[in-house]
């Protein structure tokens, strides 16, 4: 049971019960408010929070659409649900929002990154049809640093999948468009 | 254009580097002197490097050439966001408009500028000179959106007849010509309709706009918002179906499931009945039943059985027969997801809303033992759920076989603590459960064993448990054995859970309890605390290690708060832009909003005036020091004044889940009240600030700078007078009554007591300061007239406030000779000698700043006028004082200052317990650390004190 909803500024105050997961701090941690209003003031459509019926935030995703002729694409900047809210199919639940927004754009896939050794969220991923199209090496800035899987999903109007065809050669980030 | 290359000295700045970019900028100089963007780098480097009066030099050369260069300009403009001199960025670009008003660029940089001011009458004018200009459709609406924007800033009256109506015409004279076409626009419309009441006519453009098509809309927008706008229309018969509709496409979204039995509640209060044709509508709550039952047959989601749940709910409300029993709902609810950790958060939820009316009296309570009420369905589920964990779990075995099994257990425990099944227990049997619980605990680990390190261990809740249970104990009991039981437990999980917040969160709050604050702080910084959670989560740390003297660690956080505060400031307005330019107009009045919330925030007041209390307290060892720091303060009072109305609340309760219901209902009312004593801690500390730096303008500088008498107070100073402010120091006191403070750290996840409580429980320490105070007025006028000599005051300085320190000490320490027995009263006690200390601090530095050149000048006038009058008796007293306080701070202050261990007989009762595998001791060992950490960095700043009355 679960409210679907547009995130608001307001939600900002509210919202540690998913941001002080470990895991949601590495993309925030540089940018701060900002990083979320960019979002907020330039993809709203994109930004939506869930929220159980007691009024918990139980997660929420954000992300964008960008990108030029065949390579226009939705994004997943990042997608975090509570801990205590899992098992429940949020994750599934936004992606699929944030899907139906990108195919409505009229845009040929969705793409995210993940880290290599997040065993869990890339097994999710590949269940929602994800696959992985290329390695990008030492995306994540850390001790190590730390290669991302960018992960992709065709939509509809990429009939032929070719935007899912997967590299065969890793790639540095600087050399991602 | 810049006619000289920049970019190096640009790429400097935006790495940080403002030294190079400062040398850079002045070899370009060098090459070409006059280059008005590379002056504007400069005063930009030199903003960053902290010399801003350099700065604001070349800033103001620049502007009266009236620039019209994007980059100067656009420089310029960063430099007066840093300055925060948000006009002069309007200015500037009003001048380059003169010049040139045909330029595009430069008139879309004026309507941001006007952005940034929050002047929505201005934005207009801009925006609509810019689609003169250049008519394109984006300016338009920009134009629209301002006068939108007018209307929500100005008064209900004068937003219905004058600027809705203006906006609206002017969206229908561009639709005359155009049609409504992009998002943006339409968006804009219907904001504009809805704020009008114009339901009807909203729905209508939603029929017929190409909005359904438009691309970016989130899922159901459409028809949901068409909906919505027919609830306000009472058209429930439509907005019930296409309810329908959509709870058949999702049939999770809870939002949608309340909107439908709305509307049935509409259906019902109308008297509707169908008429011919008119079927697919839900009129009665027993349609209702059917429709969500056939959602619950289709797939096994939470949404349809909790709806179903709040059928029932308004069914036996209505006195409607049902002949399904709630309780067989509520059992196939944990029978589907009681093996999901969320199965508890959501039946405590339903269980909660069965409930008695709001108006019940447990909810009017605050403080008190409370009687928790239980559904009167919660018995027979409560045991409905015992049968079935009986009947699946192996009768060799006390624990779960697997974690499903162990979440069902403990949704079960978790609901019966909550409804109250385990109040009542004995002592003993409490013990007992808390044995359990921790059994559960350490057997459900291995179901967690290959988590990462970033997961919680799925077990936890049996320690929360414990934690409820233990805590329950120290209040029936009063043994602290439990609260340090309760720590050692949690410190302990928190080694299996590395990142459970909830843990720590938990920690934070017990070691305030028992004023081992630095050991919270330990704990905190593992949660990384950062950007906005400053705002919400902050408060748990500031405030608790200021009031037990640890101020150097309470000043790292203050420092980072006010970095976010200043940041944000200027992010806020940055992204109030980019809405213009994106079209997000929905989100503006939002952020607006949201901006007004940070920028009035409570927990943002309070660490700027705890910043200056601390510069005035701890930096200043000499009386070089004061007066530097009393001047700069006066300065900065005067340039960034605190908001003293309309604070906001803005700390994050949500983040605390309470165990029970009876403390659950509590919350808000807590944290109301915990509200307005943190106010009028501020408010009493924020007057304090502008009194002790009110000596400076009014007194010192007066006096001694300018060598000149300064008759009135206040004359030189914009800030109200000393007088005026201890009057309303005195009124805020005398309109408290300390009984009615909320003393209790109970329920844990409420907000706690304020500082509030011990600030009266240590009233005298303020009076004294008060008394001190008025001296400076007092000697202010013997300069004027030195045989007006006042016996009482000659007194205060003679001898009453030196007994009367000596007597607050005294008190200290008999009051305290035998607290070290307790946890609780140590933290009285840290709290106690954090007043003490302070007030000597004050003390000391009205005496150095303010009293000490007076009665110098005192001195010189009564040597010159030949007087040797009892003016000479004022200066005795005033010796005498100084020298009195020189020696109770040495022999008196310091040695009352130090803090025996903890009784061994307190960490033997917590052994006694044996709960945790590891030692309670280490618990208690950083709790002792903590303590000895706040007594030194309060005889620290009693030393420093004394040193500063010993350089008179």
């Known amino acids: 049971m679960t409210t679907v909803r547009p995130f608001t500024c307001d939600d900002m105050f509210r919202f540690n019960n998913v941001n002080l997961d470990p895991l949601t701090e590495t993309l925030d941690v540089q940018y701060g408010l900002a990083f979320y209003l960019q979002y907020l003031s330039h993809w709203p459509e994109y930004f939506q929070v869930a929220e159980a019926p007691n009024g918990d935030l139980m997660g929420y995703i954000m992300g964008k659409s960008e990108g030029h002729g065949e390579n226009w694409h939705g994004h997943v900047t990042a997608l975090s649900v509570s801990m205590d809210y899992r098992r429940l199919g949020l994750a599934a639940t936004l992606m699929a929002g944030l899907e139906a927004v990108s195919e409505k754009k009229w845009a040929y896939f969705v793409d995210l990154f993940v880290r290599v050794s997040n065993k869990v969220a890339v097994d999710m991923y590949t269940r929602l049809g994800y696959c992985v199209y290329r390695r990008v090496l030492e995306y994540y800035s850390g001790d190590p640093d730390e290669d991302a899987f960018d992960m992709r999903k065709a939509l509809s109007r990429d009939t032929a999948k070719k935007s899912v065809v997967p590299l065969t050669h890793p790639v540095r980030p600087e050399d991602l468009e | ?952």
């Open chain 2, 1 to 952: 254009m810049c006619g000289i290359p920049c970019n190096g000295c640009a790429d400097y700045l935006d790495n940080g580097n403002n030294k190079k970019a400062l040398q850079e900028a002045e070899k370009l100089l060098k090459k070409q002197k006059d280059s008005q963007c590379a002056r504007a780098l400069k005063a930009l480097a030199l903003i960053r490097l902290g010399r801003i009066e350099d700065s604001e030099a070349i800033l103001a050369t620049i502007f009266d050439e009236s620039p019209v260069d994007d980059s100067t300009l656009q420089t310029m403009t960063i430099c007066y966001r840093e300055l925060h001199k948000l006009e002069m960025i309007v200015k500037i670009y009003e001048g380059a408009v003169k010049k040139e008003p045909r330029n595009e660029e430069l008139l879309s940089h004026l309507f941001m500028a006007h952005v940034r001011m929050e002047d929505y009458k201005s934005q207009n004018i801009v925006a609509m000179k810019l689609y003169k200009l250049r008519p394109k459709t984006p300016y338009y609406f920009w134009g629209i959106m301002s006068i939108f924007m007018q209307a929500v800033a100005s008064k209900v009256e004068l937003s219905k007849t004058m600027y809705l109506p203006l906006a609206e015409k002017m969206i229908k004279k561009y639709m005359e010509e155009n049609d409504l076409e992009a998002e943006a626009e339409i968006q804009l419309y219907l904001m504009l309709l809805e704020r009008m009441e114009k339901y009807e006519e909203a729905l209508k453009v939603l029929d017929n706009s190409p909005l359904k098509d438009v691309t970016g809309c989130y899922l159901d927008y459409v028809p949901l918002r068409k909906a919505e706008l027919m609830m306000k229309l009472n058209w429930w018969d439509k907005a019930n179906r296409t309810f329908k509709e959509l709870l058949s496409n999702t049939p999770d979204q809870w939002s949608y499931h309340l909107k439908y039995l709305d509307t049935i509640a509409g259906l019902q209060e109308s008297g509707w009945t169908p008429g011919e044709g008119e079927g697919g509508v839900d009129h009665t709550y027993p349609m209702a039943l059917e429709f969500v039952s056939s959602l619950c047959a289709r797939q096994p989601t939470r949404g349809p059985y909790l709806a179903k749940i709040e059928v029932l709910r308004r069914m036996a409300q209505a006195n409607i027969s049902i002949d399904e029993p709630l309780v067989e709902t509520l059992f196939t609810f944990y029978q589907l997801f009681g093996h999901k950790p969320g199965c508890y958060l959501d039946l405590s939820f339903a269980l909660d809303s069965l409930d008695l009316p709001a108006s019940s009296p447990v909810l009017s309570q605050v403080g008190g033992v409370l009687s928790s009420v239980t559904p009167p369905v919660c018995p027979q589920l409560f045991d409905r759920i015992h049968t079935s964990l009986q009947s699946t779990q192996d009768p060799a075995s006390k624990f779960p076989a697997d974690m499903n099994e162990m979440q069902r257990h403990l949704c079960l425990i978790q609901l019966r603590l909550y409804f109250g099944d385990y109040d009542s227990l004995s002592p003993e049997d409490k013990m007992g459960m808390v044995r359990e619980m921790m059994e559960r605990y350490q057997h459900g680990l291995q179901f967690g064993k290959d988590l990462l390190a970033t997961d919680y261990q799925w077990s936890d809740n049996y320690c929360f448990l414990a934690v409820g249970l233990l805590l329950d104990l120290w209040q029936q009991t009063g043994s602290e054995s439990h609260l340090v039981q309760t720590i050692s437990l949690l410190e302990q999980a928190l080694q299996h859970s590395p990142s459970n917040f909830h843990i720590k969160l938990m920690l934070v709050k017990l070691y305030n309890l028992v004023g081992a604050c630095g050991a919270s702080h330990s704990v905190g910084k593992t949660l990384d605390i950062k950007h906005i959670q400053q705002e919400t989560l902050g408060y748990l740390f500031c405030q608790p290690l200021l009031s037990v003297g640890l101020s150097s660690m309470a000043g790292q956080l203050i420092a980072t708060s006010q970095r976010f505060f200043t940041s944000n400031h200027k992010d806020t307005l940055d992204y109030l832009i980019s809405c213009y330019k994106f079209g997000s107009f929905n989100k503006i009045p939002e952020l607006v909003t949201f901006r007004k919330k940070l920028s009035n925030s409570l927990h943002s007041a309070m660490v700027t005036t705890e910043q200056r209390l601390h510069e005035l307290l701890s930096e200043t060892q000499s009386q070089q020091d004061v007066s530097r720091v009393l001047a700069n303060l006066d300065k900065d009072l005067q340039k960034r004044p605190l908001y003293l109305e309309d604070l906001s609340d803005n700390r994050d309760l949500s983040i605390f889940r309470p165990w029970k219901k009876g403390d659950r209902a509590m919350m808000p009312r807590l944290k109301t009240k915990s509200f307005e004593e943190e106010v009028l801690w501020f408010k009493l500390r924020h007057l304090l600030v502008q009194a002790l730096v009110g000596m400076v303008d009014n007194h010192h500088t007066g006096a001694v700078r300018n060598g000149e008498l300064q008759a009135t107070n206040g004359a030189t100073s914009q800030l109200p007078s000393l007088q005026d402010i201890i009057g309303q120091i005195r009124s805020h006191l005398a309109a408290v009554d300390p009984s009615q403070l909320n003393h209790s750290y109970l329920p844990l996840q409420a907000p706690g007591p304020s500082r509030l409580v011990g600030f009266f429980r240590n009233l005298r320490c303020c009076q004294l300061v008060l008394q001190v105070l008025e001296l400076g007025p007092y000697l202010l006028r013997l300069q004027e007239d030195a045989t007006k000599l006042e016996e009482e005051l000659e007194q205060r300085m003679k001898s009453e406030i030196l007994d009367d320190y000596k007597g607050l000490v005294e008190s200290f320490k008999n009051k305290h000779q035998e607290c070290h027995q307790s946890l609780e009263q140590t933290r009285l006690l840290l709290e106690d000698a954090t007043h003490l200390v302070e007030t000597y601090a004050m003390v000391a530095l009205v005496v150095v700043g303010c009293l000490q050149p007076l009665v110098k000048r005192l001195r010189g006038t009564n040597r010159k006028n030949k007087k040797k009058n009892q003016g000479g008796d004022t200066s005795d007293n005033f010796t005498r004082l100084c020298s009195g306080l020189t020696q109770l701070g040495s022999e008196n202050l310091l040695p009352a200052l130090r803090l025996g261990p903890l009784p061994a007989t307190l960490s033997a009762a917590v052994e006694a317990l044996q709960l945790t595998e590891g030692q309670p001791t280490g618990v208690i060992n950083k709790m002792e650390a903590s303590y000895q950490q706040s007594m030194k960095e309060l005889s620290d700043l009693a030393q420093l004190k004394l040193k500063l009355l010993q350089s008179l």
